[in-house]
């Protein structure tokens, strides 16, 4: 995979994504990730909220890259995988800091409570794409989300084949478990 080739990653998935009416997000995909991108063996999963939910949210040019970065996590997720999660885990975004919170309600899988409307919108061998029902909201910062959480780092399956000594939230594959 050489960008100098004529490749580009993400073109299948950006088509993809906009013949599903996620242009937007296959826009920011396309910006987001460059040459630097393939230096680690990166596997991604991305929440992809339909054009007609992000455009009220697209104004501000300085929120494009939370906006993206908080739907994207550090590893390849298929939908066999979510699905398999407990709720009350937690997946780590490659915005530092920020987190989603895995639950169900009447069966329907939900991040931060908003609902997997569309699994495995692509995926290749390193990209998994889900569709979304809304864009994932930073919480309000309270005490409660200040305290410490325990991390474990999720197994190779995941796509974790970062360097040992790289500890950086894009190369880092991990979840984080909240113990009552």
Known sequence: MD??????P?????????????SVMASFLELQFHGSFFKFQTMLTVFAPFDQVLMNRVGNLTEYSSIFHRHVVPCRLSWSDLVSLDD?????TNLVGFSMNISRSDDVLKLNGVSVILPEVYHNGWLMVHGISEVLEVPERTEETERPEQVTVASPEFGNSSPANENTISHSHFFTYRHP
């Open 88 to 92: 009350g885990t937690v997946l780590r």
């Open 3 to 8: 960008l100098r080739d004529g490749y580009v």
């Open 10 to 22: 993400f073109n299948d998935a950006s088509a993809t994504l906009r013949s599903k009416g996620c």
